[in-house]
């Protein structure tokens, strides 16, 4: 519902904001700050622009969105659903819904004023007259026929505002919402749902009417500059640009925004409209933090635009108030560095200021985490290691501790693992006697990090482990690691080994490889070893691995015998090209992809394994055609395994790769024919 005119234009421009119920998107105003007017109807707002254009926006029925074009406008007014403006020559145009010919204006260019009912039209002329046209319900528009009014206002009823300053009153009256109140001391008014307000020359409110949800309980003071009133509520504006509203709020539409930057305000059925004055300094936060900062941040950079008006200071305060600078800042765009958080809520305000001293705030909760909830690790006794020698870490008894790391970087040679374990050995390079490392794990979670140190001393190596053996070691326990090459010698090929991965570069073709283990049982030595990752670069006659492997990684080279250590070892993943035999008296867990196949594979026991000639590690089997083959896969058990390999041709006749197990269970082999169709078949004893 419009006020009179002038009450909603503002001497300057400025931006739209909007709250309350949104089922149209009424609340979804246009951008931009070049806005003089506003109206609000009952789900939709219209704004009249300096330029003198109109824009509209909210619910699309009826057509009432569809302005008319040019920019010869001074006024407009919302109703239900239909729309009238006052051009700059004094005649009228509506638009919207005209069921009952609220929009057929009335000729003639001496109108100064306009107002919307539901579905009626409401008009001042230049000569004191009122004029209405649309639904005559209850008399509505049956004007009084004087020539003494000076402001208007139209909803179900109308009131009138005489030049004596009394008010009068006509239409629909349900709630006594014609009933004016007496005196001859009125400056505005205002046409409600079924009720009405006015303000009086001293600045005071009354409103009467239907007086439910306390629409009618207008606030004290005589502080007041606008009103205006929706279908249940009202709003007001203060002289000092700030707003208040009272009556029904089932939608927060009497949650007025804060501030003190407002010229003009309009109230809709369920909804509020306000302008925003332009030279209003403006300052958002635009890098909303974490949802929390660790204990060990007690400072965090926050950055944000601000508009042209926040020409004066510019500050953040903390949680305890105290303010504080340090700001830089570009055109419009700002950043700072705030200090002293506090664990737990952090509440800070970022606050600027225009040359008048009006400022504007915007507040960012940061939250830091408690001491209390830090992640916890044990101490981590100190270690000693022996040049040559393999040292495995973990740490151990973690509580609160989502993930941990190590600064593998503090010793050449370390390596962590990515759970809790850490190993790296003190090989020639790497580290000498008498040395003394501090190796950091830190446990981590949301909250924070904390740190425990290794400190390892470096001690001479053992007697059998001399200078004349570069490739001789010792694990941790005591056992001898040793390695050799036939292709060192014969060829310069050379052999590195850091404590977890064993590679040869400068391969001989023929080359013959071996890491042995040797138990020493005087140290406890328990005979096992963990490799992670065995290399060549190029083919070799003989691997002979005694431990455990994670890999062996030579995908691109053949191999003829691939051996591997003790009955109670495990291998996990191997890829080669070809090879002739590959065994072990122990287990495989992993995959063995030879892309161009075997002859003869043997292992104590297959527990989830993948054995594949000709498909690639990570294919899916059941429908991946091997291109490859092997003679005989031989095995003690088998359980939860996979063998995919291809049937060849020989003579004229079908030969089909043989695996033989004493005892297998949920095993398959997706055998590939000579037709390419894979066929998987249950591996029985």
Same mark, same amino acid.
């Given at each position: 519902?419009?006020l009179?005119?002038?009450t ?14 949104n089922?149209?998107?009424q609340?979804?105003c246009?951008? +931009?700050?070049?806005y003089v $007017?506003i109206? *609000? ?6 704004a009249?622009r300096r @330029?003198?254009s109109?824009?509209?926006w909210?619910?699309i029925?009826?057509?009432? =969105?569809?302005?008319?074009t ?8 919302a ?6 403006a006052?051009r700059?020559? &004094? ?5 919207g819904?005209n +069921?009952y &010919?609220q929009t057929?204006?009335p000729p ?18 230049n000569?004191g007259s009122?004029?209405?046209?649309g ?9 009084p ?7 208007i ?6 009131i009138?505002l005489?030049?004596?300053d009394t008010?009068?009153?006509w ?9 004016c109140?007496a005196?001859? @001391? ?6 409600g749902?079924d ?6 020359t ?9 007086s *439910? ?5 207008c606030?004290?003071?005589?502080t ?8 249940t509520?009202?709003? $007001?504006?203060?002289?000092d640009?700030s707003l ?6 089932s939608y ?6 804060a ?11 369920y909804y509020? =409209? ?5 030279t209003?300094p403006?300052v #958002?936060?635009?890098?909303p ?11 965090? +950079?926050?950055?944000g635009t601000?508009n ?6 510019l ?5 305890s ?10 055109? #419009?765009?700002?950043?700072c560095?705030?200090?002293?958080l506090? !664990? ?9 200021t ?7 705030? @915007?507040t ?14 044990d ?25 941990v790391?190590?600064d593998a ?24 006697a ?8 830190i446990?981590?979670n949301?909250y ?5 140190t ?5 001690a001479?190596h ?10 001789l070691? !010792? ?10 090459y036939?292709?060192i010698?014969k ?6 080994? #850091? ?5 040869v570069?400068?391969?001989m073709?023929d ?10 049982? /005087? ?11 065995v290399r060549?670069?190029n083919?070799? /006659? ?9 890999? =062996?990684?030579m ?6 015998s691939v051996?591997?250590?003790? /009955? ?6 191997i890829?080669? !090209?070809? $090879?002739?035999t590959?065994s072990?008296k122990?287990t495989i867990?992993g995959?063995i992809?030879v ?5 003869? =594979?043997? *292992? ?14 990570s ?14 896969l031989?095995a ?10 291809? @049937? ?5 006749k079908?030969v089909t790769?043989?695996?033989k197990?004493?005892? *297998?269970?949920n ?9 390419g169709?894979?066929t998987p ?5």
């Amino acid at each position: 519902m419009l006020l009179t005119t002038a009450t909603v234009r503002a001497a300057v421009a400025g931006s739209l904001v909007a709250w309350g119920q949104n089922n149209a998107n009424q609340t979804n105003c246009p951008a +931009g700050n070049d806005y003089v $007017a506003i109206a *609000a109807g009952s789900y939709h707002g219209v704004a009249l622009r300096r @330029d003198g254009s109109l824009v509209a926006w909210g619910d699309i029925n009826w057509g009432k =969105l569809n302005c008319p074009t040019g920019n010869n406008y001074v006024a407009v007014s919302a109703g239900q659903d239909h729309n009238v403006a006052l051009r700059n020559d &004094g005649t009228l145009v509506a638009w919207g819904a005209n +069921g009952y &010919g609220q929009t057929n204006c009335p000729p003639g260019s001496n109108y100064v004023a306009v107002s919307c009912g539901y579905w009626q039209s409401l008009a001042l002329r230049n000569d004191g007259s009122l004029v209405a046209w649309g639904w005559n319900r209850d008399g509505v528009t049956n004007c009084p026929t004087k020539h003494d009014f000076v402001a208007i206002s139209a909803s179900d009823h109308n009131i009138a505002l005489r030049s004596n300053d009394t008010l009068v009153s006509w239409g629909y009256n349900s709630n006594g919402q014609t009933n004016c109140p007496a005196g001859n @001391d009125y400056t505005m008014i205002a046409a409600g749902g079924d009720f009405s307000v006015a303000m009086r020359t001293n600045g005071t409110l009354v409103a009467w009417g239907n007086s *439910a949800d306390g629409r009618t309980n207008c606030p004290t003071g005589n502080t007041y500059a606008a009103i205006d009133a929706g279908g249940t509520h009202t709003i $007001a504006l203060r002289n000092d640009g700030s707003l208040v509203a009272w009556g029904n709020n089932s939608y927060g539409q009497t949650n007025c925004p804060a501030g003190n930057g407002y010229m003009a305000a309009a109230a809709g059925t369920y909804y509020c =409209l306000a302008l925003r004055e332009e030279t209003t300094p403006f300052v #958002d936060i635009t890098n909303p933090p974490p949802a929390l900062l660790n204990y060990h941040v007690d400072s965090y +950079g926050l950055g944000g635009t601000n508009n042209m008006y926040v020409q004066g200071d510019l500050w953040w305060t903390n949680a305890s108030g105290t303010s504080f600078g340090s700001f830089s800042r570009t055109g #419009d765009t700002w950043a700072c560095i705030v200090t002293g958080l506090l !664990e737990g809520d952090n509440l800070i305000r970022v606050c600027g200021t225009n040359l008048w001293g009006k400022s504007a705030t @915007d507040t960012v909760l940061l939250r830091r985490g408690y001491e209390r909830d830090l992640p916890r690790l044990d101490p981590i006794p100190p270690s000693t290691l022996r040049e040559r020698q393999v040292l495995l870490r973990q740490v151990t008894g973690r509580t609160n501790v989502a993930a941990v790391t190590c600064d593998a970087g503090a010793v050449a040679g370390a390596s962590f693992f990515g759970s809790n374990t850490w190993r790296f050995s003190c090989i020639p390079g790497f580290g000498t006697a008498s040395q003394v490392w501090n190796i950091a794990f830190i446990g981590m979670n949301q909250y924070g990090a904390e740190t425990q140190t290794l400190v390892v001393s470096v001690a001479p190596h053992v007697k059998k482990i001399t200078p004349k053996k570069p490739l001789l070691f !010792e694990d941790e326990d005591g056992d001898l690691l040793s390695i050799s090459y036939s292709g060192i010698k014969k060829a310069g090929s050379v052999a590195l080994f #850091d404590g977890q991965n064993l590679v040869v570069n400068n391969a001989m073709q023929d080359g013959t490889l071996s890491f042995a283990v040797k138990q020493n049982r /005087k140290t406890g030595g328990n005979g096992s070893f963990i490799l992670r990752d065995v290399r060549m670069d190029n083919d070799g /006659k003989c691997a002979s691995i005694g431990g455990d492997v994670d890999q =062996l990684s030579m995908a691109g080279q053949r191999i003829e015998s691939v051996k591997f250590g003790a /009955k109670a070892g495990v291998v996990s993943n191997i890829a080669l !090209e070809s $090879a002739k035999t590959i065994s072990t008296k122990g287990t495989i867990v992993g995959t063995i992809a030879v892309s161009k196949g075997f002859e003869t =594979l043997t *292992a104590g026991a297959l527990n989830g394994a993948r054995i594949l000639a000709g498909v690639p590690a990570s294919a899916d089997v059941t429908n991946t055609p091997a291109t490859a083959t092997f003679k005989t896969l031989k095995a003690t058990t088998m359980d939860n395994s996979i063998v995919a390999g291809r @049937d060849t041709m020989m003579n004229d006749k079908v030969v089909t790769p043989g695996i033989k197990v004493k005892a *297998a269970s949920n095993s398959t082999f997706f055998r590939t024919g000579t037709n390419g169709i894979v066929t998987p078949v249950p591996i029985a004893p």
